[in-house]
């Protein structure tokens, strides 16, 4: 039989200064705890032992030269955490928060966002504590190149299948994928979010922001309600916030927020025109990291160095990093009458945010549910790169529609409470888990 403290005692002392992966595995073994005493075949197979200790962890030099002609070095890392469902799969993060603790949650929460899919993946994650803020074009290639210098020798179509995270978007997978094929002389796909051109799939880059939306719809559908006129909280303005802005207009919700590190936008009229979305991206590619542009372009309040999470809204989707809704954020949201908070960024919340959502019965969607569109459609990139064919749009966005709407089920069919309030976090957890460990009991050890 286990215990939570113990457990989680005996894993901080293996994994000390890795807070994030703490509170990652914390958070999913809380949840599984009793699934797991009450199964003597995990409990013989040391599941919650072995699924909570990385296959193996690579980090490495990237050295690169910067535009003034000096030499800079940034450490770059891929955690290979399981792959009992399929190969490796997972985004690469280029930003300076990065550690190697940081990949590790990331690695961990892939594994069962990746097995909620339900397609032939395993978890990954790895990135570097470079940060693209500030650098030219010239120099991200050449910092690229370097990393995939490194990188290859780990990764393959059928090994580990990278992608692309924060400070990772079309650009950087295409000059990381142009070092690969260089190396490799090979066109397998090795990397999904590619050009469309050059073997990428249509609507991976809105993957993750309607996969959100499509989830949520299924929330409201739940409780008999719809998306239609809602007002809607997002932070960040990258890749993610993108997509879902574009997918929560089309559904007929008002989103009036979005935000950077600087500080977040307030747009009344709503953040609902191409012309706002086109900026949007031109915001992203200037590699300044800031939002306060977008105030004067058209006509919005710029909130200097605060959250979105003080504006009333019906749902809030934090888009950014993760820890980016603590537990005041979630109180204010709550005192606001807030009904749903859509974690779209992974681990976007902290374990005593998502407490406070919990107890005033908030609906909460964690994660590694909600934000599981982009790796499905990057594991429906590999397909077709496997078949050397394309699927239209529409096959593509139907398919990703259908997968959350069956993400959607495995957490009501694991978290419906008997008072009716559904944990998603507890049943995405439990869906997940199940798969990835019935599949390492069966493989053996
Ligand atoms: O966190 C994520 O799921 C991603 N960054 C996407 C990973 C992928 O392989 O598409």
Redesign the pocket.
């Known amino acids: 039989m286990y215990n939570l403290d113990a457990f989680m005692a005996e894993l901080e002392k293996k994994n000390p200064s890795e807070p994030e992966f703490i509170q990652a595995v914390r958070e999913v073994v809380s949840s599984v705890l009793d699934t797991v005493n009450d199964n003597p075949v995990y409990i013989k197979n040391r599941i919650l032992e072995r699924i909570t200790e990385p296959d193996r962890t690579i980090s490495f030099k990237v050295e690169w030269e910067d535009d003034e002609g000096n030499i800079r070095v940034n450490r770059g890392y891929r955690v290979q955490f399981n792959n009992a469902l399929g190969p490796y ?5 280029f930003h300076a928060s990065v550690t190697e603790g940081t990949m590790k949650f ?1 690695g961990f ?2 594994m069962f ?2 097995a909620l899919t339900t397609l032939p ?1 395993g978890g990954g ?1 790895g990135g570097s504590d470079f940060s693209p803020k500030g650098k030219s074009d010239a120099e991200i290639l050449r910092f690229c190149r370097s990393f995939m210098t490194e990188l290859y020798k780990y990764i393959g179509p059928d090994t580990d ?6 400070g ?1 978007g079309g650009r950087e997978i295409g000059y990381l994928y142009g070092q690969y094929k260089r190396i490799a002389g090979e066109n397998t796909g090795v990397l ?2 590619k050009g469309y051109g050059w073997g990428g799939s249509l609507v ?1 880059p809105e ?2 922001g309607y996969g959100t939306m499509y989830f949520a719809e299924s929330m409201l559908e739940e409780k008999g309600d719809s998306l239609k006129g809602k007002r809607i909280a997002v932070s960040g303005f990258g890749n993610v916030a993108w997509g879902a802005v574009r997918k929560a207009t089309e559904l007929g919700a008002k989103v009036v927020t979005i935000s950077g590190p600087d500080g977040y936008i307030y747009d009344e009229d709503g953040i609902g025109t191409p012309e706002k979305w086109a900026y949007m991206l031109r915001l992203r590619a200037s590699n300044n990291d800031v939002v306060k542009p977008y105030a004067s372009a058209f006509k919005a309040e710029f909130v200097d160095g605060r959250k979105p999470w003080e504006v009333p809204v019906d749902l809030a989707f934090p888009c950014a990093i993760q820890n980016e809704l603590t537990k005041k954020d979630a109180e204010t949201l709550v005192s606001n009458g807030v009904r749903y908070v859509v974690e779209t960024s ?1 681990m976007g919340c902290t374990l005593e945010a998502i407490d406070v959502l919990k107890k005033n019965k908030v609906a909460f969607a964690p ?1 590694k549910a909600a ?2 569109g ?6 429906l ?1 590999m397909s077709q790169n496997a078949m050397h064919m394309h699927w239209s749009a529409r096959e593509v966005d139907e398919k990703l529609r259908d997968i959350m709407k069956s993400i959607h089920s495995e957490c009501v069919k694991y978290g419906m409470e008997d008072d009716g309030y559904i944990d998603y976090a507890k049943g995405a957890n439990i869906a997940g888990f199940t798969k990835v460990a019935d599949a390492m009991c069966q493989l053996g050890y």
């Open positions: 799969k997972g985004g690469l993060r990331l929460e892939q966002k990746n993946m994650k299948v990278p992608a692309g995270d924060i990772v999904t979010g991976r993957a993750t992974n994660g934000n599981a982009g790796v499905a459609v990057s594991g990139e």
